[in-house]
Every structure is written in structure tokens, then in C-alpha cells.
Nanobody
Framework: QVQLVESGGGSVQPGDSLRLSCVASGSTFSRQPMSWVRQAPGKGLEWLSAIYTGNGNTRYADSVKGRFTISRDSAKNTLYLSMNDLKPEDTAMYYC??????????????????WGQGTQVTVSS
């Protein structure tokens, strides 16, 4: 099973940018789709973005489309999420996980294989 470690979170002001990183252990990182998921206080899991193998197709939730960019560096076994124009409603714990976009809007932890421990992003003025 892949082990994932996120970093890069922090406290920022509205309009700021952050880049999250997720380092994966194991040799299967480059051969499987990867996603970013977040959970805001008191709310359920929200899938944000996925990147697929092969041609590297990406998908985004409407809530972050145009502001967030997912990417991966297979040589470094690292997944990234670049976040621009952050808003207070982006405040959440952010997780990387193995797997692509779930087939429904209400997602469950079991929709993904491995999870990281999460990194906190707080957006506040």
C-alpha cells in the first residue's frame, strides 16, 4: 500500500496562494490516479481534483476549477495542488489519496485506497 505525506498548508489571507505537496512511498505512485480531497469543519468530504496516468488528464470540482491546479512529478513521487485566489470557504483539512474522481457527489473514505494524514489550510482576514 502506498504511504502518503502531505505538507504545505498554512494560514493565509483571502486572495493568497499556496502549493500543497504529497510525497508518496512505493513504486506504484506513477501507475495510479491520484486525488486531492478536503474536509471543512463540520462538513463531509469534498473531492477536489484528480490526475490520471497515461496522458495525465486532470479533472476538477466546480468549486475549485480555474483556481486550483493538480500536477505530479513521478521522478520525485510527489503530487501537488497549486491553489490561487484562496477564499475563506477553502478553509479545510486537505488530503491526498490514491484513486480518481468518485462516481457520485457524496464521497466516502472507502472511495480511495491510501490517504495521507492531511495538511490544514486556513484562509482568513
Amino acid at each position: 500500500q502506498v504511504q502518503l505525506v502531505e505538507s504545505g498548508g498554512g494560514s493565509v489571507q483571502p486572495g493568497d496562494s499556496l502549493r500543497l505537496s504529497c510525497v508518496a512511498s512505493g513504486s506504484t505512485f506513477s501507475r495510479q490516479p491520484m486525488s486531492w480531497v478536503r474536509q471543512a469543519p463540520g462538513k463531509g468530504l469534498e473531492w477536489l481534483s484528480a490526475i490520471y496516468t497515461g496522458n495525465g488528464n486532470t479533472r476538477y470540482a466546480d468549486s475549485v476549477k480555474g483556481r486550483f491546479t493538480i500536477s505530479r512529478d513521478s521522478a520525485k513521487n510527489t503530487l501537488y495542488l497549486s491553489m490561487n485566489d484562496l477564499k475563506p470557504e477553502d478553509t479545510a483539512m486537505y488530503y491526498c489519496a490514491t484513486g480518481g474522481q468518485p462516481p457520485r457527489s457524496v464521497i466516502l473514505p472507502a472511495d480511495f485506497g491510501s490517504w495521507g494524514q492531511g495538511t490544514q489550510v486556513t484562509v482568513s482576514s
